[in-house]
């Protein structure tokens, strides 16, 4: 009875090493063979199976080498007052000031002129009608939207372009001012922020 044992014992760790040798060598085979190229069977007849793939082979497959990801450069990393532009009142030309804070900007950036992403965002002061000042505050941020692709920035279509007129106000002014000391108070909301993240 013990020998008997042993048989079936050394016949099941035959079939078991058969299949799992002629799986890996048939690719995608329902049913395991042997050299011969007959169907294996196990002690009650039936054909031995496997599911076994080149795809789900756990020793063989090399680990996919990593894909390269690009070098990106965000523009929200220099300061705010960097890469924000100024305008004169009721203006949406960019002037001489306008210009160089923008050129001093593109020297921080460097070699990254493709843009991934970003907004340029227009503001108004105050002073004039609500739809008046969001058109104006949008006729600015377009100014240096076309300044950028002027100077050669890439892609620039990604990036979103709006003017929220007088609703971003940040200066505080005395109620009591001249007409032009209250130009010259609210000098900083006529502005333009830029925010943008390149692609190097």
Not at 71 to 79: L, P
Request: aromatic share 4%.
């Amino acid at each position: 009875m013990l020998i008997s044992v042993k048989r079936i014992v050394c016949a099941a760790a035959f079939i078991l090493a058969v299949s799992s040798a002629s799986a890996h060598a048939n690719g995608q085979r329902d049913a395991v063979v042997d050299k011969r190229n007959n169907p294996v069977r196990d002690a009650r007849g039936d054909c031995v199976l496997t599911k076994w793939t080149e795809a789900n082979d756990m020793c063989d497959k090399k680990a996919a080498a990593p894909q390269p990801q690009p070098v990106q450069e965000k523009i929200a990393a220099i300061t705010k007052a960097e890469r924000t532009v100024l305008f004169d009142f009721n203006k949406s030309e960019l002037n001489t000031e306008a210009m160089n804070k923008i050129d001093d900007l593109l020297v921080k950036v460097g070699s990254a002129k493709e843009v991934v992403r970003g907004n340029i965002v227009g503001y108004a002061d105050e002073m004039g009608k609500d739809e008046y000042n969001r058109a104006l505050s949008n006729r600015r941020a377009e100014s240096v939207k076309g300044y950028l692709v002027a100077r050669g920035f890439k892609n620039i279509g990604v990036v979103e372009v709006r003017g929220l007129g007088e609703s971003g106000s940040i200066t505080h002014c005395a109620a009591n001012l001249k007409r032009q000391a209250k130009i010259d108070c609210l000098r900083q909301d006529r502005r333009v922020e830029i925010e943008l993240e390149m692609m190097q």
